[in-house]
Nanobody, 123 residues
Framework: VQLVESGGGSVQAGGSLTLSCTISPDFKIEYYVMAWFRQPPGKGREGVAAIATDGFTNYADSVKGRFTLFKDNANKIVYLEMNNLTPEDSGMYYC?????????????????WGQGTQVTVSS
């Protein structure tokens, strides 16, 4: 499974970005839990949002009401819409997939990962 993130960049606090995770054509996205994680500089990887196969979403408390995860099964793309960004949202953002993740926000629950896309929010 190949996961390729895009859409990162630099924005000012209060701004918005939408990240995309494009999935390889042979991947049956409808059978997998998809998630976004981030890793701030010098810190561990933390779960941001996950979506189950039935569309149920799970968000970290720090992003609830600001971030929205949604997926386009037909085009095999998973999006993370991020609004009202703060400097604390800065970091490398990773897309992850696993058929059994439930949808967990624990990194250990996911077997497949992308290479990441950088998000930098300035104050």
């Amino acid at each position: 499974v190949q996961l390729v993130e895009s859409g990162g960049g630099s924005v000012q606090a209060g701004g918005s970005l939408t990240l995309s995770c494009t999935i390889s054509p042979d991947f049956k996205i409808e059978y997998y839990v998809m998630a976004w994680f981030r890793q701030p500089p010098g810190k561990g990887r933390e779960g941001v949002a996950a979506i189950a196969t039935d569309g149920f979403t799970n968000y970290a408390d720090s992003v609830k009401g600001r971030f929205t995860l949604f997926k386009d099964n037909a085009n095999k793309i998973v999006y993370l819409e991020m609004n009202n960004l703060t400097p604390e949202d800065s970091g490398m953002y990773y897309c992850a997939a696993d058929p059994k993740a439930h949808p967990s926000l624990a990194a250990g629950a996911y077997a497949d990962w992308g290479q990441g896309t950088q998000v930098t929010v300035s104050s």
